[in-house]
């Protein structure tokens, strides 16, 4: 009896989650599809010069839950056209993490960048930062996951192999280390990349100016003046101030109720 | 003969250059200084006519002058001679020092002299000299015999304190080309470092930062390794160094200050009886400390007259304006380049585009500004450009207007206006829908977004769970560890089963028991009685012969029995079992004398009695 209830257990576990991705998926499709409707309407009403409308229907498009590079564009090019800089970067940002080579976005960012009034040089990022990226880049965490996921089923098989069936020897060793190396070292790179990703929280300055303060303090002295538009680092947060890094380096306190995360 | 045919040459080559070097020499500069210009009365005082630019051939000792207060210790002057190369440019210079003795306290005057060089005169000023009580100057330094330390006379080895320079040894000096300018003017400050003739620096900085306020500064360019320059100060002969240039414009009218150039240095004097070998041995203890400011810099600035013309956009200095346009014949929709460039003396960083006005079919962009600022001169000078894109967006002959500029020119302290021509501009093809604008060369509009995408295929959800945020990829991973955890364990029961009889036997009773009595069921009900108590005793025996892993074939009861005791099994149990199997025997050898209800309470019985064996045999075991 008490094997049934395992099995029914080991069943019910590998049942439910595709259960719930059904689901969920079913509820996707629909607000997908709403998603989509919305980003026609406003197209229309962004052709008609109707910024503020097209805004509206592009961000009811954006609240249900899907996004696109071209969604993000189209919402940047109406609040360029509504003279609001910091929420047009903003919204180039979040399209260029989508599709970072789309050269629409691109030109978009160098002629909001070129109309930005802060001129900061801009630091190289570390090389291990550098390394990280690329290989995020290159290789997902979901496509390392599941080679890994197969090796290590792989070297499951090939121990069950020694154990009931004799595969023995020097070869069978040697893919028993490799197998489990690769699919160790596979995992590892997916679930630590997925949990501590190498990409730092970006926001965009809203607010026309801002004070990068010494202290998480309005009277504490003021480091630098920065303008709406400018792109910083987030480094930590502190009730309603964030300390933040700028491209050149230069490091301070800002009131979170001045810019927007990316 | 040949080395010697070249040691000529070689001469006649030195000669010549040495003498075409000497005849580019500059100008005949003839000066007179004084080493100190207050001695006590018994000290003396050192008088020096320098003459440069001469090569020395046509120059005459000059006489000794005359003097008030002072008397003459010798009448012949020493001589001196230096040259040096700078630049590749050789130069010389001739000195004549006499010394003089004071005569009284008080002022006294060593008057001018007049030398001749060639058949020129040149006239020096008359120095005046203050001769105070010996008292008040400072104590003679020790005399120090530079051979006591090699022989042995350690008497008063206490290093002596370096000497610092006075105000009049060292110091900046900033001079402003104008204390007063206009609003916007430029106004160079210059800071000079005077020094001694023979004063080392060494380790120079800035100490604290330079400010301007109330004026836009840029820096301009000095020397990096700059050569000393000789002047004569106040009867002193001084080196000077540009220490730092700097362009101020006055941002607003009144008076205001530009701070003082302050710098740390250390300074060695040259003066003093110190002994050679010390000095030579220990060089670090020979300089000291010194810090020096210039001086505040205080300049008036008055507001600009007040009838400037309408282009007037605060341009202040000297400028000249062109503007050109790269084509003027062109499509609708073409895009043209209009580029005013304005040139000058002034500030040009603050310096503003001119305004103008283009045809409402043209669409104007921003500027694209670029200046160039030539630093390297003694003012600031350069350029400004400024780039426009105009696209018209219909067809037609049309014309820029004259553009106007329009400056403060502070030579003549007017307002000067530059003015071009009308540019006439003739586009010609039809009017397209407003949204086709000039392309760059990746065809994206020119300093503008590019229109909008009017569909999208790629849609990713916004926020998807990140990849450790799954439920599911944790039980993939542990799944496959189940499985081998589980092939483990079913490896190894079955190893025991082929490796342990007993074992195996005891783990086979129940089944093989259950299997006997469901035989037995089905014999029961099928009316085969002695089949039926066949199977109900191979039941049974076959359960306690696996458990108790013996042989049951031709078991006798007395043994069983002496087994089951051995095994822990109590009587009442083996007496149950012995009655069992004896009604088994009777009805299998005398099937008529068994009732039904016999069979029944056999069954029971062997159902009973098996799990009680096992308990009992389990517990002793």
Known sequence: MAKFGVLFLLFWALLAPAGSVSFQQEGSTMLLEAAVQ??????????????????????????????SAELYYNMSLAYHRLNKAGLAVLYLEKAKRLSPSDVKVLHALSVANHRQADRFSQLPDPFWQKIRLWLVNRISVFVAFGIGLSMWIGLIGLIIGKMLFGLRGDWWRR??????????????????????????????????EAGLHELADNTSKEILRIHEGLVITVKNRSGDWAFVEVSNGSKGWVSTSLFETI | MRERFFRIIGALWLSTLVSASLSTAQTVNVDASVNAKSIGTEETVAYTINVSGSDGTDLLVPPAPNAEGLTLIQSLPSTQRSVSIVNGQMSQSFGFTWIFRPTREGNATIAATTVKVGNREFHTGPISVTVVPQAQRPPPRRQVDPFSSLFGNQVDQAPEAPAAPSNTDLFIRAIPTARSAYQGEQVIIEYQLYFREGIQLR??????????????????DVETRPVPRIVVENGLRYNTIVLKRAAVFPTRAGAMSVDPLKIESEAMLPFGNRDPFQSMFSLRNRFSQVQLASSKVTIEAQALPGNAPVSFDGAVGRYAMTVTTDRTNLKVGESIQLTISIAGKGNLATLSSPKFEVPNSFDLYDPEISSLLDRSGRELTGSKTFRYVLIPRSNGSFEIPPIEFSYFDTNSKSYKTSKTDATPITVSGTATTPDVVVATTNGM?????????????????????????????YFLLIFPSMVLLATVVIKKRRDKFSHNVSWARSQRAHPLSKKHLKQATALLASGDISGYYEELERAVLGFVGNRLNIAERGLTRERLDGMLANEGVDVE???????????????RFAPSSVTPENMELALDEASSIIPDIDEQTAMES
């Not at chain 1, 280390?177 to 997925?194: D, E, K, Q, R, V």
């Not at chain 2, 100490?207 to 301009?220: H, M, N, V, Y």
């Not at chain 2, 503008?448 to 849609?459: E, G, M, Q």
């Not at chain 2, 149990?573 to 009805?587: E, F, K, P, Q, T």
Request: charged content about 20%.
């Open chain 2, 445 to 473: 509009p020119v300093d503008d977004f590019a229109p909008l995408f009017t569909s999208s295929s790629v849609w990713k959800q916004a926020n998807p769970a990140s990849l450790h945020d799954r439920a599911w990829v």
């Open chain 1, 38 to 67: 919305s980003f026609d309407e406003g197209n229309v009403q962004l052709l008609n010069g109707q910024f503020s409308a097209a805004l509206e229907l592009y961000t009811q498009a954006d609240q249900g839950g899907w996004a």
């Open chain 2, 203 to 220: 380790q120079s900085r800035l100490t604290d930062s330079w400010d301007a306020e109330g004026f836009w500064r840029e820096e301009l």
């Open chain 2, 573 to 587: 149990l083996r007496n149950r079992l012995r009655n069992l199997l004896d009604s088994c025997d009777m009805g």
């Open chain 1, 175 to 208: 893919a028993r280390i490799l197998t489990g190396s690769f699919a160790f070292c596979l995992i590892f790179y997916a679930l630590t990349t997925s949990a501590w990703p190498p990409i730092e929280e970006k926001a965009v300055i809203l607010s026309p």
